[in-house]
């Protein structure tokens, strides 16, 4: 089946711009998360969904940061007034529910900031 | 602070041999430990798992160690093969947090060469 998918793959925005990040998880995972890494880094804890209730948002950096999934499927993560501190990949992650720690990655969004 | 510590940052194996990857961790509410794989573009890959209660858990090539005492886990892959050359990433989660939330480690480049 298929797995979790990102778009877009690349965005490539100037300080300041806001930008929208969409995942589509596995088809029936009830736990969705977002995590984003740095260069040389491991992936970092951003958010958690439970369905469509974000449950953990104790990792989003800044109030700029901001995460939906209103029919608790696909997720968007928004970044507003975009700083350079903010490139990075984001990954997103779902799971099949809330007590399963095997987790499934999409294959992230790069984003570059100028 | 870095709850989970990967302190080799590569690692480059023969064709044949094994290859031992090291992971450490300082939060003794971690239950359970997992193994991703990562190559370049992609998202991280599951590999291998495993739960708190047991010390072992052995798939095909893949053996993971844990030693809770030491707060110590490793990942052997025997024999390793070139298409195993990859970054590898070690992650905790634990009851202590948000149900799923993984920590992770910065992970181990391994090269292995004919």
């Known amino acids: 089946g298929a797995g979790v998918s990102q778009s877009p793959r690349y965005k490539v925005a100037k300080r300041g711009q806001d930008v929208a990040l969409r995942c589509d998880p596995i088809s029936g995972h009830v736990s969705l998360f977002w995590y984003q890494q740095a260069l040389g880094q491991g992936p970092e804890f951003l958010t958690y969904?439970?369905?469509?209730?974000?449950?953990?948002k104790s990792g989003l950096p800044s109030d700029r940061f901001f995460a939906e999934r209103p029919e608790g499927s696909v997720s968007t993560l928004k970044i507003q007034r975009t700083q350079q501190e903010d490139s990075a990949v984001y990954l997103c992650a779902s799971s099949l529910s809330p007590s399963s720690y095997e987790q499934y990655f999409g294959p992230g969004t790069r984003l570059t900031v100028t | 602070d870095q709850q989970v510590k990967q302190n080799s940052p590569s690692l480059s194996v023969q064709e044949g041999r094994i290859s031992i990857l090291n992971c450490d961790y300082t939060?003794?509410?971690?239950?359970?430990f997992l193994w991703y794989k990562k190559y370049p573009a992609e998202g991280p890959t599951f590999l291998i798992s495993i739960s708190s209660i047991k010390d072992k858990n052995e798939d095909g090539r893949f053996t993971v160690f844990l030693n809770k005492s030491a707060k110590h886990l490793s990942l052997h892959i025997v024999p390793s093969q070139p298409g195993d050359s990859a970054v590898y990433f070690c992650a905790a989660g634990g009851q202590g947090s948000t149900l799923g939330r993984l920590y992770f480690g910065r992970g181990t480049q391994l090269t292995v060469w004919p």
């Open positions: 969904f439970q369905n469509e209730a974000q449950l953990d």
């Open positions: 939060n003794s509410m971690f239950d359970y």
